[in-house]
């Protein structure tokens, strides 16, 4: 089994396992850096990095701590769902090799629940605290003052208790190991990685060799003239530059999409 190493502190490392099995890999969890010395979700500490550095950067940092060749990091973010509606979870799960020289960045994104409350009475978390879902933890802030992790009962408690100084936040812990619905989406990004580690370039066989970036042009089902919709999507190898078109068979774009039907 080929050792691999995965920097994380909130328990993630069951929801890569299966997914990357296949590929003769021991994944094994890594401590010994405070990841969220590079920004947490609870706003303790800023970020100051891209999610997809971030990750490359824990997963380096893996690999270092480890000594093997091969780690991994993760990073997840939050961001308004499309057209506003909900909250968009992007999980980003980052492999590299050191000895190879190479590194993968994998993705996966759902809608998922993200609430918050501002609580001014102990009578509020009466119609709070019942509509919450089994297994998804919460934290407590009223300024300095943060409490993690915590199940429903003592999230009630610390916000009864902290009430007498004024109002307190009560919102969903949206840390791995508090969140159901984020896990899963780290599942699904656990599967994309391993799809795009399978995916090979053609020229050099490094891997990662994944139809990416988008290729606008879809012609208008109207008038024909192409658009910003994408007609494909092309690979590029991030070591020798070689890239492959794949191109969608057929298809239009819709009208209201067209800069000349309409402009």
């Not at 009578?123 to 919460?138: F, S, V, Y």
């Not at 949206?174 to 619905?181: G, T």
């Not at 990685?193 to 042009?217: D, I, K, M, N, V």
Request: proline share 6%; glycine share 8%.
């Amino acid at each position: 089994m080929q050792p691999v190493a995965f920097l994380t502190q909130h328990g993630k490392v069951p929801l890569l396992v299966d997914a990357l099995a296949p590929l003769g890999w021991q994944v094994f969890g890594v401590t010994g850096f405070d990841t969220d010395l590079l920004g947490s979700f609870a706003g303790e500490q800023p970020r100051f990095m891209t999610a997809a550095e971030c990750a490359l950067r824990k997963a380096a940092i893996a690999a270092e701590l480890a000594g093997t060749a091969i780690g991994i990091g993760s990073e997840g973010s939050f961001t308004a769902g499309p057209y506003g509606l909900g909250t968009l979870n992007q999980e980003l799960l980052c492999c590299v090799h050191l000895d190879e020289g190479w590194a993968v960045t994998a993705r996966a994104q759902q809608l998922c629940t993200a609430r918050s409350w501002q609580v001014t009475a102990a009578t509020e978390l009466e119609t709070i605290l019942p509509t919450l879902p089994n297994q998804q933890l919460l934290l407590v802030k009223q300024g300095p003052r943060l409490a993690k992790a915590l199940s429903v009962a003592q999230a009630r408690r610390h916000c009864v208790d902290w009430l007498d100084a004024g109002p307190v936040q009560l919102e969903y812990d949206l840390r791995a190991h508090c969140s159901p619905e984020r896990q899963q989406v780290i599942r699904l990004a656990a599967e994309n990685l391993y799809q795009r580690l399978q995916r090979r370039c053609p020229h050099c066989q490094t891997p990662g060799f994944w139809p990416e970036q988008a290729l606008s042009g879809l012609p208008c089902a109207d008038c024909g003239q192409p658009t910003q919709q994408a007609r494909g999507h092309r690979a590029s190898c991030q070591r020798c530059d070689y890239q492959q078109d794949q191109l969608h068979s057929g298809g239009y774009a819709d009208p209201a999409y067209c800069q000349y039907c309409n402009p």
